[in-house]
């Protein structure tokens, strides 16, 4: 079976985990389709801006929350 290939190209790991700026939720908004409240209500945010670690520790804490609720 043949490993599935990144969405993101072979550098943007490197540069997203190097890269220290905060993240602006009006361009997360834009990337993902969702609007802004609805982020920040999700995702328990109080901020317009997070850090890219910050980030991974909500999302995988909203992605273990919806399945747990799905089961």
Do not use: Y
């Not at 550098?11 to 905060?22: A, H, M, R, W």
């Amino acid at each position: 079976m043949e490993t599935p290939k990144p969405f993101l190209g072979p550098k943007s790991q490197e540069i997203l985990s190097q890269k220290k700026d905060p993240i602006s939720l009006v361009d997360l908004s834009e990337l993902s389709g969702f609007p802004i409240e609805s982020i920040k209500l999700e995702l328990g945010l109080d901020d317009d801006e997070i850090s890219i670690e910050e980030l991974r520790k909500k999302m995988l804490t909203f992605l273990d929350s919806t399945m747990k609720n799905s089961n």
